[in-house]
Structures are given as structure tokens and as C-alpha cells.
């Protein structure tokens, strides 16, 4: 065997640390994955029954709210019920409970969130045959009338107090519909151009006229 | 002898007439119900009747005193002392006190023809229902069957003149002056105030005495509502 010559000492290092990475290299790839031990909790089985599991309630999404006023003689009710519904309007059902404590709906209508039914402190008629409903809305209010028993009038479930009045083209604005001066006889005051106090008028139900007062309400 | 009767009859007839005089003025209130003023204070019901009340005729509700019970708030009977009624003219308001509890806050409606005068008062006679006319022309008005009547009086509004707290069936726009005088209230509120107040009812008919005098009233242009303290009455 020849002597390796001094100057091939750079070569067989070279390849002795090459060949030794590789090896290692092998061995460090493929070494088995080391034994885990686990620790062993015995645990007791349960059987699991074939009932469905109880779900948890979820708390209602859409509130409901209420409210409701009585007759001057306290023997009927008006309410109005209000449901938020998912589309952002809110509904608003109108109903009225008899003597007998028994509840009828008669109108309902869902309405954008800023809108709303309201029921004034002398909504009923003094006979309550009838009763009045403030629609509120940011621009303005209007005043519709019911029939108690839910029966139409000649031109529909409800008189629109506003709109008669627009088409009788009095030179005033209504300001409120403020209450009952007599069964079938709506109290309505106005307002002129200027913001000051109308003349008042009594709206006539059942002839759907205008009667402007000499006295201001 | 005639010039020497002369200065005293002059003397005479001048005092007469400061008398005649004074007694007019001090009639300046008048009834708060023109024709019925105070003509019967005893219980008045008349079932099937019908009332006018702004050219209107009015069905009046029947009364039917013997399916009713005669009902006190109880455990107040010693204490018509503590026991305060306010009503604020400004506001068309009634507040029932009792001490500083607020028994009942509700809207009323006071004189828009005739006034209903400002004072401090007191309830003197309690009638379950009676009879209510006055006004001429259009403002004619004729109502059986009021429910629920406190009259009231002060040293000067006399008990002659007829003002009462009652219920009121003929109109509901409480929240605004539609009386000649008198205070309405919605019927169920009457109700309660007359069950509440002094003197207790004992018959459909009742007078204050020395042992259950009659529940205060003030009747105020503005009422100031402070919470603790008893509402102050604004002149």
C-alpha cells in the first residue's frame, strides 16, 4: 500500500468529513421516534342515553313591548302590542278587550322603527263606540279613528282625521287632535303659518265635517 | 220736627245702601252650575234619562247603587289630617297626597266658562250622583246621573256656589279646560278620589263633622313638585 503523499492530505480530510456528514446525515433522517409513554386514567363508561341532549334556551331576539289605556269608566281596554321584527320594522297590533276581558284584534301594521301607534290619554269616545290612535312619525302625527267593534266605515276600517281635513282646504295646519268633546265629536286644534294658535274645530264623524269653534282649545 | 229726622234718615239710608252694597260685591263668585247651583244635595239617579251637553244629547250611564259596595281605602279613616288634594290649573293636573305618598297623579278638566277659582279649600259633602245644568245657547248643558261628587268651599267660596271635584261622562278631553267651574275627572278616577277623601262615605250622602272633617283641596294656577317635600303651590 503506498503512503499517502503530503499534499493529498487536504483531499482525504475533505472526503473523510463528507463521508461522515452523510452518514450522520442518514442515521439523523432516520432514526425510529422514541417510545411516549402515556399515562394510563381508567376512566368509567357511561352509557349514553338515546334521547337527545336538552339545547340551552336562547333569549328572545325581538323585543315586545306593550301599551294600553281604558275607557273613562274603566270597563274596556284599548291596547296596542309592538313586536321588532327582523327586517327592522316593528310591528304594531291594535286591540281591544272587552267586559269580558275577551281580546280583539282590529288593525295591525308594521311600521319602520321610528314610527309608531300611540294611544292617547282620551282615546276612547265617552260611549266607546269608537277610539283614536295618534300615528306618530318624525315629521309629523296623524289621527285615525276605529270603530270599537272593528267594523269598517263607509270608506274603510279607519277615518285618516289629516286627510279629510286636507281635502276641506282650511287655510290652518292641524296641531293636535287633542280629545272627545261629546261622543262622535273629535276636538282638533291648529295652527296658522306663523306657528301661532289656529282656530279650534270640532270633526264630526259620523258627517265627516269641519266645525270651526268660536272658542280656541 | 221733620229737619231734625232729615240728616238722621240721610245717615240711615247711606248705611243701608254701603250694606246693600258690600253684600252685592261679596256675591262675585257665581254658582259653578248656573240653574242647579246647590237646589238638591241629596243623591239624585236617574237611570234612562238623557243629557245635553254642548248641543249634544248625551246617553247617560245608569247608577244602580245597591250592586255597589261601599268601598274606603281602609286604615285611613284617623288620618284626614295627612290626606291632600292639588290641582294645577296650568297643567289640567290632579295629585292625591296622603302625607308624601302620591295616592293617584292623573289629568282633569277645569273651568273654560267660568273659572274654576283659585284657593285653598275644603270637602264639606260627599253625593254619589246628581244633577248638573246650566249655560245658555250652545253652551246649554243638563246632565243626570254626575258621579263621584266632592263639593268643596273656602271662607270665600261659600258652600252656596257649588263647586265640585266629579266625574265626568259627556266629554273625555281631560288635559284641557271643558267646565264651568267645577273640576272632571274621568269617572274611575272619581271613583277613586271619592272612596279615598274625607269624609268617609257611610251613605250615598255624606257631610264632614268635627270628628271626619273633609280632605283639603288646593287648587293652584301652577304647582311645583319637589320629591320629599310637599308640592308648593304657585300663585
Known amino acids: ?217 | 220736627m221733620v229737619k231734625h229726622l232729615i240728616l238722621p234718615s240721610i245717615v240711615v239710608l247711606l248705611f243701608i245702601g254701603f250694606l246693600l252694597s258690600f253684600f252685592l260685591t261679596k256675591q262675585k263668585i257665581a254658582c259653578a252650575n248656573s240653574i242647579s247651583c246647590t237646589n238638591n244635595l241629596s243623591t239624585l239617579i236617574e237611570n234612562d234619562a238623557q243629557g245635553i251637553f254642548l248641543g249634544q244629547i248625551v246617553d247617560v250611564p245608569d247608577i244602580n247603587p245597591s250592586s255597589e259596595k261601599m268601598s274606603t281605602v281602609l286604615g285611613e279613616t284617623d288620618q284626614a289630617s295627612s290626606k291632600h288634594i292639588y290641582v294645577d290649573l296650568a297643567q289640567q293636573k290632579l295629585y292625591a297626597f296622603d302625607g308624601d305618598k302620591l295616592f293617584l297623579e292623573t289629568l282633569v278638566s277645569t273651568g273654560k266658562w267660568g273659572r274654576t277659582p283659585p284657593g285653598e279649600y275644603r270637602i264639606w259633602v260627599k253625593i254619589r250622583s246628581t244633577r248638573m245644568s246650566g249655560g245658555s245657547g250652545n253652551d246649554a248643558y243638563d246632565l243626570p246621573n254626575v258621579p263621584f261628587n266632592m263639593f268643596f268651599y273656602s271662607p270665600q267660596v261659600p258652600k252656596s256656589r257649588g263647586y265640585a271635584l266629579h266625574g265626568a261622562y259627556w266629554h273625555n278631553n281631560f288635559g284641557h279646560e271643558m267646565s264651568h267651574g267645577c273640576v272632571n275627572m274621568r269617572p274611575i278616577d272619581a271613583e277613586q278620589i271619592y272612596n279615598w277623601t274625607n269624609p268617609i262615605s257611610q251613605k250615598s250622602t255624606t257631610y264632614e263633622s268635627v270628628d271626619d272633617p273633609g280632605t283639603q283641596i288646593s287648587i293652584c294656577n301652577q304647582i311645583l313638585l319637589n320629591q320629599g317635600t310637599n308640592p308648593v303651590c304657585l300663585e
Open chain 1, 1 to 217: 500500500m503506498s503512503r499517502i503523499n503530503r499534499h493529498q492530505y487536504p483531499t482525504v480530510l475533505f472526503s473523510l468529513i463528507l463521508i461522515t456528514g452523510l452518514i450522520s446525515s442518514y442515521f439523523l433522517l432516520n432514526r425510529p421516534a422514541k417510545n411516549k409513554i402515556v399515562k394510563q386514567i381508567s376512566m368509567p363508561v357511561i352509557l349514553v342515553s338515546q334521547t337527545p341532549l336538552p339545547t340551552p334556551s336562547v333569549a328572545p331576539l325581538f323585543k315586545k313591548w306593550s301599551e294600553s289605556q281604558p275607557s273613562i269608566d274603566g270597563s274596556i281596554e284599548l291596547i296596542v302590542e309592538y313586536h321588532e321584527l327582523p327586517n327592522s320594522q316593528v310591528s304594531n297590533s291594535i286591540f281591544v278587550k272587552n267586559k269580558e276581558k275577551e281580546k280583539q284584534l282590529i288593525f295591525t301594521q308594521d311600521l319602520i322603527i321610528d314610527d309608531q301607534m300611540k294611544i292617547p290619554f282620551n282615546t276612547w269616545s265617552p260611549d266607546e263606540t269608537h277610539f283614536f290612535i295618534e300615528k306618530q312619525t318624525p315629521i309629523d302625527s296623524r289621527y285615525l279613528v276605529f270603530k270599537t267593534s272593528g267594523e269598517q266605515f263607509k270608506d274603510g276600517l279607519f277615518l285618516d282625521v289629516n286627510e279629510y281635513f286636507n281635502q276641506k282646504e282650511i287655510p290652518f295646519a292641524i296641531d293636535k287632535v287633542t280629545g272627545w268633546a261629546a261622543p262622535g265629536l273629535l276636538l282638533v286644534t291648529t295652527l296658522k303659518d306663523d306657528q301661532t294658535k289656529g282656530p279650534s274645530y270640532w270633526f264630526e264623524i259620523n258627517s265627516l265635517k269641519f266645525i270651526q269653534l268660536s272658542t280656541q282649545f
